[in-house]
Protein backbone atom coordinates (compact mmCIF):
# COMPACT_ATOMS: atom_id res chain seq x y z
CA UNK A 1 0.00 0.00 0.00
CA UNK A 2 1.16 3.28 -0.85
CA UNK A 3 1.79 6.44 1.53
CA UNK A 4 -1.07 8.00 0.19
CA UNK A 5 -3.51 5.45 0.43
CA UNK A 6 -1.86 5.07 4.13
CA UNK A 7 -3.18 8.39 4.95
CA UNK A 8 -6.40 8.03 3.25
CA UNK A 9 -7.10 5.48 5.57
CA UNK A 10 -6.09 7.45 8.40
CA UNK A 11 -8.31 10.39 7.34
CA UNK A 12 -11.05 8.10 6.24
CA UNK A 13 -11.29 5.59 9.06
CA UNK A 14 -10.29 7.71 11.94
CA UNK A 15 -10.74 10.91 10.91
CA UNK A 16 -6.78 12.33 11.88
CA UNK A 17 -5.23 14.51 9.19
CA UNK A 18 -1.80 13.82 10.29
CA UNK A 19 0.08 11.05 12.49
CA UNK A 20 2.12 11.67 15.42
CA UNK A 21 5.65 10.61 15.58
CA UNK A 22 6.59 7.18 14.94
CA UNK A 23 3.50 6.21 14.05
CA UNK A 24 3.76 5.93 10.36
CA UNK A 25 7.62 4.78 10.25
CA UNK A 26 5.61 1.81 12.20
CA UNK A 27 2.61 1.45 10.14
CA UNK A 28 4.75 1.13 7.45
CA UNK A 29 6.95 -1.37 9.17
CA UNK A 30 3.59 -3.33 9.20
CA UNK A 31 2.67 -2.78 5.52
CA UNK A 32 5.85 -4.08 4.18
CA UNK A 33 5.10 -7.23 6.10
CA UNK A 34 7.68 -6.62 8.97
CA UNK A 35 8.22 -7.50 12.73
CA UNK A 36 8.22 -4.06 14.54
CA UNK A 37 8.58 -2.63 18.12
CA UNK A 38 7.44 0.86 19.00
CA UNK A 39 8.50 2.28 22.54
CA UNK A 40 6.21 5.55 22.90
CA UNK A 41 5.53 7.50 25.93
CA UNK A 42 2.04 6.72 27.68
CA UNK A 43 -1.10 8.43 25.47
CA UNK A 44 0.91 9.35 21.91
CA UNK A 45 -1.10 7.03 19.81
CA UNK A 46 0.73 3.45 19.90
CA UNK A 47 -2.95 2.15 19.52
CA UNK A 48 -3.69 3.19 16.00
CA UNK A 49 -0.17 1.65 14.73
CA UNK A 50 -2.03 -1.67 15.14
CA UNK A 51 -5.54 -1.05 14.14
CA UNK A 52 -4.81 1.11 11.25
CA UNK A 53 -1.86 -1.48 10.67
CA UNK A 54 -4.08 -4.79 11.48
CA UNK A 55 -6.20 -3.16 8.32
CA UNK A 56 -3.60 -3.26 5.99
CA UNK A 57 -3.36 -6.70 6.54
CA UNK A 58 -5.27 -9.78 5.25
CA UNK A 59 -6.81 -11.64 8.33
CA UNK A 60 -7.13 -11.15 12.07
CA UNK A 61 -4.61 -9.43 14.34
CA UNK A 62 -4.83 -10.69 17.49
CA UNK A 63 -3.69 -8.27 20.16
CA UNK A 64 -2.77 -9.01 23.53
CA UNK A 65 -3.70 -6.67 26.60
CA UNK A 66 -3.55 -7.06 30.40
CA UNK A 67 -5.63 -5.13 31.22
CA UNK A 68 -10.02 -5.91 30.33
CA UNK A 69 -11.00 -2.12 30.90
CA UNK A 70 -8.86 -1.22 28.17
CA UNK A 71 -9.88 -3.64 26.09
CA UNK A 72 -13.43 -2.56 26.11
CA UNK A 73 -12.51 1.06 25.57
CA UNK A 74 -10.48 -0.31 22.56
CA UNK A 75 -13.27 -1.85 21.16
CA UNK A 76 -16.06 0.10 21.74
CA UNK A 77 -13.63 3.60 19.88
CA UNK A 78 -13.36 0.82 17.16
CA UNK A 79 -16.60 -0.28 16.67
CA UNK A 80 -17.96 3.68 16.42
CA UNK A 81 -15.81 4.17 14.00
CA UNK A 82 -17.58 1.10 11.82
CA UNK A 83 -14.09 -0.95 12.29
CA UNK A 84 -15.06 -4.66 12.95
CA UNK A 85 -13.44 -5.16 16.33
CA UNK A 86 -13.53 -7.62 19.76
CA UNK A 87 -12.65 -8.97 22.51
CA UNK A 88 -12.70 -12.30 24.18
CA UNK A 89 -12.42 -11.92 28.07
CA UNK A 90 -14.36 -13.33 30.78
CA UNK A 91 -17.28 -10.76 30.87
CA UNK A 92 -18.75 -12.13 27.82
CA UNK A 93 -22.21 -14.25 28.11
CA UNK A 94 -22.58 -17.18 25.79
CA UNK A 95 -24.05 -15.55 23.47
CA UNK A 96 -21.48 -13.14 23.04
CA UNK A 97 -18.37 -15.32 22.50
CA UNK A 98 -20.12 -17.49 20.00
CA UNK A 99 -20.75 -14.31 18.53
CA UNK A 100 -17.18 -13.93 18.31
CA UNK A 101 -15.95 -16.70 17.27
CA UNK A 102 -18.63 -16.79 14.08
CA UNK A 103 -17.13 -13.56 13.38
CA UNK A 104 -13.62 -15.00 13.16
CA UNK A 105 -14.68 -17.93 11.25
CA UNK A 106 -16.77 -16.09 8.91
CA UNK A 107 -13.46 -13.34 8.98
CA UNK A 108 -15.29 -10.87 9.27
CA UNK A 109 -13.61 -9.40 12.35
CA UNK A 110 -10.16 -7.93 11.92
CA UNK A 111 -8.88 -7.04 15.33
CA UNK A 112 -9.81 -9.15 18.47
CA UNK A 113 -8.30 -8.49 21.76
CA UNK A 114 -7.58 -11.02 24.63
CA UNK A 115 -5.24 -11.29 27.84
CA UNK A 116 -2.30 -13.33 27.37
CA UNK A 117 -3.40 -15.81 30.39
CA UNK A 118 -6.48 -17.15 27.92
CA UNK A 119 -3.66 -18.85 25.51
CA UNK A 120 -3.21 -21.45 28.42
CA UNK A 121 -6.88 -22.58 27.49
CA UNK A 122 -6.97 -25.23 25.23
CA UNK A 123 -9.96 -24.48 23.84
CA UNK A 124 -9.43 -21.28 23.19
CA UNK A 125 -6.03 -22.57 21.27
CA UNK A 126 -7.82 -24.82 19.72
CA UNK A 127 -10.47 -22.77 18.13
CA UNK A 128 -8.06 -19.72 17.11
CA UNK A 129 -6.20 -22.35 15.37
CA UNK A 130 -8.44 -22.56 12.41
CA UNK A 131 -8.48 -18.74 11.95
CA UNK A 132 -6.43 -17.16 9.59
CA UNK A 133 -3.76 -15.01 11.42
CA UNK A 134 -2.14 -12.19 10.35
CA UNK A 135 -0.31 -10.24 13.11
CA UNK A 136 0.14 -10.62 17.15
CA UNK A 137 0.43 -7.16 19.02
CA UNK A 138 1.81 -7.42 22.49
CA UNK A 139 0.74 -4.55 24.37
CA UNK A 140 3.11 -3.73 27.83
CA UNK A 141 5.59 -5.83 25.76
CA UNK A 142 8.17 -4.93 28.61
CA UNK A 143 5.97 -7.50 30.81
CA UNK A 144 7.74 -10.15 28.85
CA UNK A 145 11.30 -8.88 30.15
CA UNK A 146 12.70 -10.51 33.16
CA UNK A 147 14.50 -6.94 32.89
CA UNK A 148 11.14 -5.21 32.82
CA UNK A 149 9.36 -3.99 36.05
CA UNK A 150 6.25 -5.69 35.81
CA UNK A 151 7.19 -9.65 34.84
CA UNK A 152 4.43 -11.23 34.25
CA UNK A 153 5.50 -15.42 33.19
CA UNK A 154 2.68 -15.77 30.79
CA UNK A 155 4.25 -13.28 28.14
CA UNK A 156 7.25 -15.66 27.93
CA UNK A 157 4.97 -18.45 26.47
CA UNK A 158 4.00 -15.64 23.56
CA UNK A 159 7.02 -16.73 21.48
CA UNK A 160 6.11 -20.30 21.26
CA UNK A 161 2.87 -19.85 20.71
CA UNK A 162 3.32 -17.27 17.89
CA UNK A 163 5.29 -20.42 16.49
CA UNK A 164 2.69 -22.66 17.17
CA UNK A 165 0.16 -20.61 15.13
CA UNK A 166 2.22 -19.46 12.49
CA UNK A 167 2.38 -16.15 12.98
CA UNK A 168 4.45 -14.15 10.66
CA UNK A 169 4.33 -10.62 12.01
CA UNK A 170 4.72 -9.11 15.52
CA UNK A 171 4.08 -5.68 16.94
CA UNK A 172 5.23 -5.22 20.17
CA UNK A 173 3.99 -1.91 22.16
CA UNK A 174 5.64 -0.08 25.22
CA UNK A 175 6.19 3.01 27.09
CA UNK A 176 8.31 1.76 29.33
CA UNK A 177 11.63 -0.07 27.63
CA UNK A 178 15.15 0.65 28.73
CA UNK A 179 17.69 -0.62 26.26
CA UNK A 180 18.01 -3.59 27.90
CA UNK A 181 14.40 -4.55 27.92
CA UNK A 182 14.12 -2.93 24.27
CA UNK A 183 17.02 -5.53 23.20
CA UNK A 184 15.22 -8.73 24.70
CA UNK A 185 12.17 -8.18 22.90
CA UNK A 186 13.86 -7.66 19.78
CA UNK A 187 15.87 -10.90 19.86
CA UNK A 188 12.14 -12.61 20.98
CA UNK A 189 10.63 -11.51 18.13
CA UNK A 190 13.33 -11.49 15.93
CA UNK A 191 12.51 -7.37 15.48
CA UNK A 192 14.85 -6.02 13.22
CA UNK A 193 17.32 -2.82 14.56
CA UNK A 194 15.19 -0.68 11.49
CA UNK A 195 11.92 -1.75 13.07
CA UNK A 196 12.36 -0.54 16.02
CA UNK A 197 11.30 3.24 16.96
CA UNK A 198 11.48 5.02 20.26
CA UNK A 199 10.03 8.33 19.97
CA UNK A 200 11.63 9.21 23.88
CA UNK A 201 10.09 10.03 27.10
CA UNK A 202 10.01 13.37 27.25
CA UNK A 203 6.75 14.91 27.71
CA UNK A 204 7.06 19.06 27.65
CA UNK A 205 3.55 19.15 29.47
CA UNK A 206 4.30 16.90 32.20
CA UNK A 207 6.18 17.86 35.61
CA UNK A 208 7.20 15.08 37.75
CA UNK A 209 8.02 15.97 41.90
CA UNK A 210 8.35 13.94 44.65
CA UNK A 211 8.05 14.67 48.27
CA UNK A 212 9.09 11.81 51.45
CA UNK A 213 6.93 11.37 53.79
CA UNK A 214 6.13 9.01 56.31
CA UNK A 215 3.47 5.87 54.84
CA UNK A 216 0.85 7.04 57.64
CA UNK A 217 1.03 11.03 56.16
CA UNK A 218 0.95 9.75 52.83
CA UNK A 219 -3.42 10.41 52.41
CA UNK A 220 -3.49 13.82 54.27
CA UNK A 221 -0.47 15.17 52.24
CA UNK A 222 -2.47 14.18 49.00
CA UNK A 223 -5.70 15.30 50.68
CA UNK A 224 -4.06 19.14 51.24
CA UNK A 225 -1.95 19.03 47.84
CA UNK A 226 -5.45 18.64 45.85
CA UNK A 227 -6.96 20.99 47.79
CA UNK A 228 -4.55 23.56 47.19
CA UNK A 229 -4.92 23.01 43.10
CA UNK A 230 -8.48 22.58 43.23
CA UNK A 231 -9.56 23.11 39.21
CA UNK A 232 -8.86 20.28 36.36
CA UNK A 233 -8.52 16.33 36.22
CA UNK A 234 -6.16 14.47 38.49
CA UNK A 235 -4.55 11.14 38.44
CA UNK A 236 -3.25 9.59 41.20
CA UNK A 237 -0.79 6.53 40.63
CA UNK A 238 -0.28 3.76 43.98
CA UNK A 239 1.04 0.48 43.11
CA UNK A 240 -1.26 -1.93 43.85
CA UNK A 241 -5.31 -2.71 43.13
CA UNK A 242 -6.43 -2.44 46.73
CA UNK A 243 -4.72 0.82 47.59
CA UNK A 244 -6.12 2.20 44.46
CA UNK A 245 -9.53 1.22 45.60
CA UNK A 246 -8.65 2.66 49.32
CA UNK A 247 -7.35 6.20 47.81
CA UNK A 248 -10.41 6.48 45.85
CA UNK A 249 -12.47 6.06 48.66
CA UNK A 250 -10.87 8.04 50.76
CA UNK A 251 -10.88 11.33 48.10
CA UNK A 252 -14.59 10.84 48.15
CA UNK A 253 -15.43 10.70 51.74
CA UNK A 254 -13.39 14.42 51.26
CA UNK A 255 -15.60 15.53 48.88
CA UNK A 256 -13.80 14.83 45.70
CA UNK A 257 -15.16 12.90 42.59
CA UNK A 258 -12.94 9.90 42.70
CA UNK A 259 -12.98 6.30 41.08
CA UNK A 260 -10.65 3.70 41.12
CA UNK A 261 -8.89 2.23 37.51
CA UNK A 262 -7.02 -0.29 37.47
CA UNK A 263 -6.56 -4.38 36.18
CA UNK A 264 -8.76 -6.01 38.54
CA UNK A 265 -11.56 -4.60 36.83
CA UNK A 266 -14.29 -6.38 35.10
CA UNK A 267 -15.63 -3.91 32.29
Request: aromatic share 8%; charged share 20%.
Amino acid sequence: MSDSSIHELLKTKFGFENFRTGQEEIITQIAQGNSALAVFPTGSGKSLCYQLGGLLLDGLTIIISPLIALMKDQVDFLQSKGIPAAKIDSTLSLEELNQVWNDIQSGKLKLLYTAPERFSNEKFLSRIKQAKLSMMVIDEAHCMSEWGHNFRPDYLKLTEIISDLKIKQVLALTATATPKVAEDICRNFNISPDAYVNTGYYRPNLTIKMTRCDHQAKQSLLLSRLQENPSGATIVYVTLQKEAEETAEFLQQNGFDAMAYHAGMKG
